[in-house]
């Protein structure tokens, strides 16, 4: 197959970097061709992302998105460079499969199919160089409305408002939540966490990354050599069941054997004198009349 199995928008992971805050990111995947694409999405750092979903079925020529969230980080790392990586794994899956039908050994390399795989790179972006950013045609611009409504207000109070930052639908993968006054109290004018907590839990219930592949691979082996082992179990318990019944009846029929040959003996001993002798005394005793009376 020549074409790309399936087209990633943006190429790259960028998160909005705040210490001790949560930050999404959303990914497009779109279908060109005509078959059924199953898709399997991994990391390098699975404990710090939660992937939603992370597998999933996309149609032909349609869409499908995913969301990344970066949990709350305690330090920044330097320079703001990430070297978190992102592996999207793809292949043509039978007609009219679902998400049910997706196993792990359709994204195996070894089993013949094939599967395309494509790398994001990760991208922080401090939230001081970009307070308000919008998508224009995959690049993420400023708002000039934001910067209008700035100067308005330094000009009628002299002290100027900062705007609360609002992120994209892209940038996000979430609708954003309005600002409060109680969340200005508590916070100097950062931008809400636009993920409910409910949803955040949920999320962290669908990571399945490496190592979760892996562990669940071993499972599947464990349980298939369980299985084994239970069947040679069973079929060893039949065996020597067989073998004492067997035995049962071997010494049964010896017992009957011994009867039967007592039992001729003692008619043998009972019988009396065979009955050629009794002819034979017969014949003399005729004999030895005769001649003694003529």
């Known amino acids: 197959m020549a074409t790309e199995l399936l087209q990633i928008d943006p190429p790259e992971l960028r998160f909005v970097f705040e210490v001790r805050k949560q930050s999404s990111s959303l990914v497009q995947l779109g279908n060109k061709t005509d078959h059924y694409i199953a898709f399997k999405v991994k990391t390098t750092s699975p404990k710090k992302y939660c992937v939603r979903p992370n597998m999933g079925i996309i149609k032909p020529n349609d869409k499908c998105g995913f969301t990344v969230t970066m949990q709350a980080q305690r ?8 070297k978190d990586k992102f592996l999207i794994q793809s292949t043509v899956a039978p007609f009219g499969a679902t998400e049910d039908d997706i196993t792990y050994n359709m994204f195996a390399k ?9 790398k994001l790179r990760v991208v922080l972006i401090s939230p001081s160089s970009s307070p308000v950013l919008l998508p224009v045609n995959g690049d993420m611009k400023h708002d000039p409305s934001n910067e209008i409504d700035v100067h308005k207000d330094r000009v009628l109070s002299g002290v100027e408002k900062i705007p609360p930052r609002t992120i994209s639908e892209e940038v996000k993968g979430l609708e ?14 950062v931008p809400i966490q636009t993920e409910n907590v409910g949803d955040m839990k949920a999320a962290k219930d669908d990571v399945q990354l490496n190592s979760d592949d892996e562990s669940e691979e071993l499972k599947s082996k464990f349980g298939i050599m369980d299985s084994k082992l239970r069947e040679v179990t069973v079929t060893i ?4 069941e067989e073998r004492r019944k067997n035995t049962e009846e071997k010494n049964l ?16 001993t009972q019988g009396g004198f065979p009955f050629l002798f009794v002819c034979m005394v017969a014949l003399i005793s005729m004999a030895v009349g005769y001649y003694r009376h003529p």
């Open 75 to 82: 330090d920044a790392p330097p320079d703001m460079q990430c």
């Open 110 to 118: 070894d089993s013949g199919r094939l599967i395309e795989e494509k």
């Open 176 to 189: 954003p939540i309005k600002d409060t006054k109680e969340d200005r109290a508590d916070e100097d004018v």
């Open 237 to 240: 318990t039949k065996l020597k």
């Open 253 to 268: 029929l010896k017992k009957e054997l011994e009867l039967l040959k007592r039992e001729i003996a003692r008619k043998r």
